[in-house]
């Protein structure tokens, strides 16, 4: 034991010479140096007890009969100088204190003849007044900047506690790191339309400040720059104010609200994260991009959120954890993806929710644990649903429908989901992630309309009672999912009748509507409506049994499956319809109901000129497909074949009957030729 102490004693001796190795003359520690260029010069360095009064740093000294020029200032020399009142600099001095520690520091004086500073009022500026470099950290009171400084320095403010006011003038155009941060006593301060640069951390940790008046119209900005200062209450962006920068108000729980104006476009990532104080924001029409994490955690939020339609892109995290928004949500058509943890525990969200069919991607938990949404509606855009998307939404109810433009589900996606009673996977789905409808207790039905099982893990429908569920199947594939592995554990493998419809997806004027053949049919009648309660009718086409407009001809097509592009309605309109499967004397041996709304207008897609079957085949493909048409094993349209991708944009076209989708994504597109359109998934 005693061993082991003097062991302590001799490395603490070691560590206490080697802090303060440097050499004191007159006073003053100093690093001594020596290079080529200076010669013989000096560092000021930390004294082990602090400077304290007033230091006056010479402009050389002797020692050992050298003589060392003062020319640099010791990153820490000031460190810990809370009884420092003043502090003078020779000529020679090429360095700026930091004087950040220096709490009774009230002056900082210079002499004349320096080449790089000047000091006017006991405050430092470089030579020629443009910059604030330094303000003595026990000054007080009031301060106006000259109307000379183009620049206020970093760190130039850093610690003023007794500073309560600072009036900015419209000469300056950058405001430093870190140039005012802790300055507890600040309260207000104006940053004026000239300022086009603020650093890191300007203002961050002003924690007495309560009003800013921000009217920096064309700005860039380092990240949070008020973050911290937990009792802003006030601020006023100007009108001409453009981008919101990121992190900006972090963690400023004491705002509770803001008026952004419409001038600005963007509001930058984590502009408003943990302000749990903000109890309302209302966003313009002129912002077009809500950055991540943007208002995250914002749980004083309460009421209604409105995206506005300018809107086309919203940030991961966007609104995560903003659980005191209520009602419905609404999300403009104009956005195109939806990040991750978008919308993340908003457990006050309420009632039908309807993604856009602008939307493309639902990100990883952009929904999950919102618990109070009672329908969701997904649009044949979305190609991809992301891992834990819907996760424990446990207030959604009924059936759930996911569209045939969906080729992969990811794990855990709608786990918890307990009061959803049915689920339709589509025949595009090729990905199913684990345990992506487990613990959906209150299943009773599951339609997977892929005629060849996916291939599934043991914990996809984890915990759902598969003696009470039923498992629908496309006619005549039942015996495959009974002898496919996890698929098989439903007891009851029902085949759907004949006369299915297995798909709808709208384009810009009407929808491709796809159904199952029927053994016994002798035609097939689809009639399309303008309202739920098909009183009004808006097209009724008629289908021989080989799924072609009504012709005289009674063949019956190789195909199992048809399909038919309804065109000439209204975009972005929603249409109800049913299809009905006709027997001898055209009685109707089975009718179904079903409904889609039109695409929004897009350029590109025109009107099938004539009822043709396509025949596409490989389909799914990995890279060319050949495209017949009726009983010809060729086209008649010198057009050849159009590509589309399900928002109606074109993307291809080709001569002849053949196209290579080699280069495009994984996904499903729609391809237009002798004026029919028909469905191809790329894998």
Not at 347 to 369: D, E, K, R, W
Not at 554 to 580: D, H, I, K, Q
Request: with cysteine; proline share 4%.
């Amino acid at each position: 034991m005693k061993r082991t102490k003097h062991l302590l004693l001799t490395i603490c001796l070691l560590i206490s010479t080697q802090a303060w190795s440097a050499t004191l003359v007159n006073g003053i520690y100093y690093e001594l140096i020596y290079d080529q260029y200076n010669g013989y010069h000096a560092s000021v360095a930390p004294s082990p007890s602090g400077y304290t009064g007033n230091l006056t740093i010479p402009i050389s000294f002797t020692y050992n009969g050298i003589t060392y020029i003062v020319r640099l200032m010791g990153e820490n020399a000031l460190q810990g100088c809370t009884g420092l009142t003043s502090i003078s600099l020779p000529a020679t001095m090429a360095d700026s204190p930091k004087t950040k520690d220096c709490s009774s520091l009230t002056s900082i004086s210079v002499d004349a003849s320096n080449y790089y500073f000047s000091s006017k009022n006991g405050i430092l500026f470089n030579k020629n007044e443009t910059a604030l470099v330094r303000f003595p950290a026990g000054k007080s009171g009031n301060y106006t900047i000259p109307s000379s400084v183009t620049s206020i320095e970093q760190d130039a403010f850093s610690s003023c506690g007794g500073l309560t006011s600072v009036t900015i003038p419209s000469s300056v155009t950058s405001i430093g790191q870190n140039a005012f941060s802790s300055c507890g006593g600040l309260t207000s301060v104006t940053i004026p339309s000239s300022v086009t640069s603020i650093g890191k951390d300007a203002f961050k940790g002003c924690s007495g400040l309560t009003a800013v008046n921000f009217n920096a119209t064309n700005c860039t900005y380092s990240s949070s720059i008020f973050s911290d200062c937990s009792r802003l209450t006030s601020f006023t962006i100007g009108a001409g104010v453009k981008n919101i920068p990121n992190r900006i108000f972090s963690y400023c729980s004491g705002l509770t609200a803001i008026t952004i104006p419409s001038s600005v476009t963007s509001i930058g990532d984590y502009t408003f994260s943990g302000c749990s104080g903000l109890t309302s924001v209302t966003i313009p029409n002129s912002v077009t991009s809500i950055g991540d994490y943007a208002f995250y955690g914002c749980s004083g939020l309460t009421g209604a959120l409105t995206i506005p339609s300018s809107v086309t892109s919203i940030g991961s995290s966007a609104f995560s954890g903003c659980s005191g928004l209520t009602g419905a949500l609404t999300i403009p058509s104009s956005v195109t993806s939806i990040g991750y943890y978008t919308f993340s525990g908003c457990s006050g969200l309420t009632g039908a929710l309807t993604i856009p069919s602008s939307v493309t991607s639902i990100g990883s938990s952009a929904f999950s644990g919102c618990s109070k949404l009672t329908s969701v509606t997904i649009p044949n855009s979305v190609t991809s649903i992301g891992q834990n998307a819907f996760y424990d939404c446990i207030g959604l109810t009924g059936a759930l429908t996911i569209p045939s433009s969906v080729t992969s589900i990811g794990y855990y996606a709608f786990e918890g989901c307990d009061g959803l009673t049915s689920v339709t996977i589509p025949s595009s789905v090729t990905s199913i992630g684990s345990s992506a409808f487990s613990y959906c207790y209150g299943l009773t039905s599951v339609t997977a309309l892929n005629s060849t099982p996916v291939s599934i893990s043991s914990d996809i429908f984890l915990s759902v009672d598969k003696s009470r569920c039923k498992l629908y199947v496309p006619y005549g594939s039942a015996a495959a999912y009974k002898a496919a592995g996890y698929w098989k554990e439903f007891v009851n493998i029902i085949e759907l009748p004949e006369g299915s419809v297995i798909n709808q997806t709208p384009t810009i004027d009407g929808a491709l509507i796809e159904w199952q053949s029927a053994e016994n049919a002798t035609g097939y009648r689809l009639v399309i409506y303008t309202d739920a309660a098909h009183t009004e009718v808006a097209r009724i086409l008629v289908f021989n049994a080989a799924g072609q407009l009504v012709s005289q001809t009674n063949l019956r097509a190789a195909s199992s499956t048809f399909g038919y592009t309804v065109t000439g309605l209204s975009s972005n309109t929603p249409y109800y319809y049913t299809l009905e499967t006709l027997g001898a004397g055209e009685a109707v041996i089975i009718s179904q109901s079903g409904s889609f709304t039109t695409l929004g207008a897009t350029a590109g897609i025109v009107e099938p000129r004539r009822a043709t079957v396509l025949r596409v085949y490989p389909n799914p493909t990995d890279g060319k497909v050949r495209v017949e048409s009726g009983t010809s094993t060729s086209l008649s349209d010198q057009n050849g074949i159009k590509v589309f991708d399900l928002q109606g944009k074109q993307l291809l076209q080709t001569v002849g009957n053949e196209v290579d989708l080699s280069a495009f994504a994984k996904g499903v597109y729609l391809l237009q030729a002798d004026g029919q359109m028909v469905k191809v998934m790329k894998k």
